[in-house]
Structure formats: structure tokens, C-alpha cells
């Protein structure tokens, strides 16, 4: 049998994407991650970018970390968000955050790869959900920008992982 490029190409990838799935499922940490896609890389402060989860084990100790995706030419150094947390009795929070995407001299401080950076940001650690049910957390862009419109803001995601610490 005559192989071609592209079904050599399709040997590979195959087995390396069910690969990949795999290792992905073999996080055990993870307890909840999902991305939202911004459309047109262009996050207007009316909308909100939101996240739900069920939390079933309140014993546990959790990290929560945000996931932004941004074009290198994202206008600033920094990002200021506003965190809206809904609880299962119906209580909500609000917090303020600031998080750097650039150092004074302007090097990213995340992985970039050509012209996108991805940046991780850790929002609480070892935190501990004090009931048991579903929770949401709203974000919103806290840039002062005559327009409203924050540009390439490409992804934003939440994870909440398992904490590996010791914290009681």
C-alpha cells in the first residue's frame, strides 16, 4: 500500500489529538474550565462574560484561575475587571481586580506564540466554597475607554481546580 503526504499527516494527527484528549481528561484537579470567545476580539463594557458551575464539596480547598487570550497589540499594560459572583442562596459579590499583561518595559508577562499572548491569572487560592450548589461569575471589562470597546481581547476563561495546598 502507497502512502501519500496527507494520509501520512492523517497517521499523525489522529493519534495525536485522541492523545491529547486523553491527557486532558487525565486532570484530576480539574473541577470546572471553560472559555467564552469575545466576538470580533472586541469586549464592549455592556457586555458581560459569564461563567456557571455546580459545587458539590465544600470541604475542599479550590483555586480559581483566569484565562485571558490577547493580540500583542492590546493597547495597554494592565486590564481591570469587576467579578460579579452569584451564590446557590442567591447572594451576589462584587470585586474589583487589576492584572498586568506587560512589564514597565514592555515585555509580556504571559506565553505568547507570534502575535497572541495567553496570560493566567490567579484569582483566589485555596478558597472554600461555603455552600453546596451552583454558582456564577459574571465578568466585566473596568477600562476607561471613551468607546466602551476594549480591543484584542480575544478569549477569557475560568478554571477551578482542586488546591494542592495545605491551607485549613
Avoid at 487560592?125 to 466585566?140: H, I, L, P, T, W
Amino acid at each position: 500500500m502507497k502512502f501519500y503526504p496527507s494520509d501520512k499527516l492523517k497517521l499523525f494527527i489522529i493519534p495525536a489529538m485522541l492523545m491529547a484528549g486523553f491527557l486532558a481528561g487525565c486532570d484530576k484537579n480539574r473541577i470546572f474550565e471553560e472559555f467564552k470567545e469575545i466576538p470580533e476580539y472586541k469586549w464592549d463594557k455592556k457586555d458581560t462574560i459569564g461563567f456557571e458551575t455546580e459545587i458539590k464539596d465544600t470541604n475542599l480547598a479550590y483555586n480559581m484561575i483566569l484565562n485571558v487570550r490577547n493580540g500583542e497589540n492590546y493597547p495597554y499594560r494592565n486590564l481591570f475587571l469587576f467579578l460579579h459572583t452569584g451564590y446557590p442562596d442567591g447572594r451576589i459579590s462584587q470585586d474589583t481586580m487589576e492584572f498586568y499583561f506587560y512589564e514597565e518595559a514592555g515585555r509580556p508577562l504571559g506565553k505568547c506564540s507570534g502575535d497572541i499572548c495567553n496570560n493566567s491569572f490567579l484569582l483566589s487560592e485555596n478558597v472554600r466554597f461555603d455552600q453546596a450548589g451552583n454558582y456564577s461569575f459574571k465578568f466585566v471589562h473596568g477600562m476607561r475607554r471613551e468607546d466602551g470597546i476594549l480591543p484584542y481581547i480575544m478569549n477569557l476563561g475560568l478554571r477551578i481546580e482542586k488546591s494542592t495546598g495545605t491551607e485549613e
